[in-house]
T-cell receptor, first 117, second 114 residues
Framework: DTEVTQTPKHLVMGMTNKKSLKCEQH?????MYWYKQKAKKPPELMFV???????INESVPSRFSPECPNSSLLNLHLHALQPEDSALYLC????????????????FGPGTRLTVT | KQEVTQIPAALSVPEGENLVLNCSFT??????LQWFRQDPGKGLTSLLL?????REQTSGRLNASLDKSSGRSTLYIAASQPGDSATYLC?????????????FGKGTLLTVNP
């Protein structure tokens, strides 16, 4: 099973709402990532979790709050978002991020299309 | 600041043609180079990953090469099909403490016409 799943596929939320994005993988990967992708732009890294601990936060605003409850699940909690946060949010996973011989090949999910009104 | 550039930005070819997509990177401390395919509004599908110690990787009709000295990678698609139409992204990760961090190019939008 080389699949990363993401729910929901689409989400529309108001600026005062609280919502969560969910990502799941069952490949035994111990690194998981959140990316943001605006239209016609490449993905931009937001967060990296390694062994269920946050290892990288790319200066993301606090209205985005990641959570890794276990080795298979990654959540992104959203609160008080702005219209400019509308984008495709992609989750990815890779086997390791600390083993020198690892390839770090990243596997991406289908994304959640978020619209903030 | 490391940069990844992809040329051309868009490419339209007739079905059956062989084609090459180009990717260039500025940071020579490359760890690996990964090629992805993205269909409109969808996630990324990993096509090929080339480690810095390798020169090329092949999967079916796809062949990716890596030339560290010139800072270039190419993705060769043989006998193109309409189903190959998508945006192709290359991404570089660097050696050092952040091997996992990918720097993406802006992509090449490929259209294969029947």
């Amino acid at each position: 099973d080389t699949e990363v799943t993401q729910t929901p596929k689409h989400l529309v939320m108001g600026m005062t709402n609280k919502k969560s994005l969910k990502c799941e993988q069952h490949m035994g990967h111990r690194a998981m990532y959140w990316y943001k992708q605006k239209a016609k732009k490449p993905p931009e890294l937001m967060f990296v979790y390694s062994y269920e601990k946050l290892s990288i936060n790319e200066s993301v605003p606090s209205r985005f709050s990641p959570e890794c409850p276990n080795s298979s699940l990654l959540n992104l909690h959203l609160h008080a978002l702005q219209p400019e946060d509308s984008a495709l949010y992609l989750c990815a996973s890779s086997p390791f991020i600390s083993l020198r011989t690892a390839t770090y090949e990243q596997y991406f999910g289908p994304g959640t299309r978020l619209t903030v009104t | 600041k490391q940069e990844v550039t992809q040329i051309p930005a868009a490419l339209s070819v007739p079905e059956g043609e062989n084609l090459v997509l180009n990717c260039s990177f500025t940071d020579s401390a490359i760890y690996n180079l990964q090629w992805f395919r993205q269909d409109p509004g969808k996630g990324l599908t990993s096509l090929l990953l080339i480690q810095s110690s390798q020169r090329e990787q092949t999967s079916g009709r796809l062949n990716a090469s890596l030339d560290k000295s010139s800072g270039r990678s190419t993705l060769y698609i043989a006998a193109s099909q309409p189903g190959d139409s998508a945006t192709y992204l290359c991404a570089q990760s660097n050696s050092g403490g952040s091997n996992y961090k990918l720097t993406f190019g802006k992509g090449t939008l490929l259209t294969v016409n029947p």
